[in-house]
């Protein structure tokens, strides 16, 4: 039995530069995701805790549980498969309870594993896709994704796919962030800027 429960929606986008794809994360990733979840360089910027390294048990049990009901993509850019990222049912009840209770809310996080691609408008890029892919093919009616206040670089891929900072949260001392930005990105908010676009 497979680890990761895979499904089948490849998305396709890039620009002259980069062709991205998001594909299908299954368990043939599985060495990428040991590779990238054993770099402290990396986990500094995904976990809000300091962690050294996970355990392939570990990989298993975070891949596996969040494949079972959510979408997980492998990040392919100009053929090598560099990160990863999930649109995932909303499953922090104090976000819930900020919609209506029949809203589909989900969230996105975010990771690109090979370190020399940071920096190089990638996440801009193919968040950009996950976003259109959430709105106009899922249906789904708020985008709610989070940063904490040291991570840069992830702030400003949500600012500029057009989420709004709605929501500002003290992280318990001591931690390495300080506070933890809510960002916002609702249907009808999403089509406006996609007319302003135009
Ligand atoms: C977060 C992540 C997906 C962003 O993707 P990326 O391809 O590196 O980001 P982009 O290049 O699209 O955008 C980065 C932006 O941050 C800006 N930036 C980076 N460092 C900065 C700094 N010190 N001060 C100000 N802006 C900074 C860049 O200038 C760029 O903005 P701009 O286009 O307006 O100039 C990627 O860096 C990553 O995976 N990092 C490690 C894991 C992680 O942080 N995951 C998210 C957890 S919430």
């Given at each position: 039995?497979?680890?990761?429960?895979?499904?089948?929606?490849?998305?396709?986008?890039?620009?002259d530069?980069?062709?991205?794809?998001?594909?299908?994360?299954?368990?043939?990733?599985?060495?990428?995701?040991?590779?990238?979840?054993?770099?402290?360089?990396?986990?500094?910027?995904t976990?809000?805790?300091?962690?050294?390294?996970?355990?392939?048990?570990?990989?298993?049990?975070i891949?596996?549980?969040?494949?079972?009901n959510?979408?997980?993509?492998?990040?392919?850019?100009?053929?090598?498969?560099?990160?990863?990222?999930?649109?995932?049912?909303m499953?922090?009840?104090?976000?819930?309870?900020?919609?209506?209770?029949?809203?589909?809310?989900?969230?996105?996080?975010?990771?690109?594993?090979?370190?020399?691609?940071?920096?190089?408008?990638?996440?801009?890029?193919?968040?950009?896709?996950?976003?259109?892919?959430?709105?106009?093919?899922?249906?789904?009616?708020?985008?709610?994704?989070?940063?904490?206040?040291?991570?840069?670089?992830?702030?400003?891929?949500?600012?500029?796919?057009?989420?709004?900072?709605?929501?500002?949260?003290?992280?318990p001392?001591?931690?390495?962030?300080?506070?933890?930005?809510?960002w916002?990105?609702?249907?009808?908010?999403?089509?406006?800027?996609?007319?302003?676009?135009?």
């Open positions: 039995m497979s680890i990761i429960r895979s499904h089948d929606i490849t998305l396709c986008g890039g620009n530069e980069y062709k991205v794809i998001l594909c299908p994360l299954s368990d043939e990733h599985l060495p990428y995701l040991y590779k990238w979840n054993s770099d402290s360089e990396v986990l500094y910027w976990e809000g805790e300091d962690i050294e390294s996970y355990p392939p048990e570990v990989v298993h049990q891949y596996g549980g969040i494949s079972q959510n979408l997980c993509f492998a990040l392919k850019v100009n053929n090598e498969i560099i990160g990863e990222c999930w649109l995932q049912k499953n922090l009840p104090n976000v819930k309870k900020m919609y209506a209770a029949d809203a589909d809310v989900r969230r996105i996080d975010m990771s690109i594993g090979e370190k020399s691609y940071w920096g190089h408008g990638i996440g801009t890029l193919f968040i950009g896709m996950l976003v259109k892919y959430a709105f106009e093919c899922e249906h789904v009616d708020v985008l709610h994704c989070f940063s904490e206040d040291y991570n840069i670089r992830s702030r400003r891929v949500w600012e500029k796919n057009g989420f709004q900072l709605v929501f500002t949260e003290e992280i001392q001591p931690h390495k962030g300080k506070v933890q930005y809510h916002r990105l609702t249907k009808d908010e999403y089509q406006e800027r996609k007319i302003e676009s135009f």
